[in-house]
């Protein structure tokens, strides 16, 4: 799993997902959204995502 270059906002995190998933990155950040709402270590568990995936790497596409 890769954080997307391509469907990236902030750290490519909910592209990679979506990708990996074979979801709309739209979709994922929706449910991402309405899940952080809740109380819940949503965001830590983004961080670190965002710290040990690593990026996609160039070229690729899945």
């Known amino acids: 799993m890769y954080r997307s270059r ?4 902030l750290a ?8 990996k998933l074979g979801l709309p990155p739209t979709l994922v950040r929706i449910l991402w959204a309405i899940l952080s709402l809740f109380p819940g270590p949503l965001w830590v568990a983004y ?3 965002w710290i040990l995936i690593p990026n996609e790497p160039s070229g690729h596409r899945a």
């Open 12 to 19: 490519g995190v909910c592209g990679g997902i979506a990708d």
């Open 47 to 49: 961080v670190v995502m």
């Open 6 to 9: 391509e469907h990236r906002i």
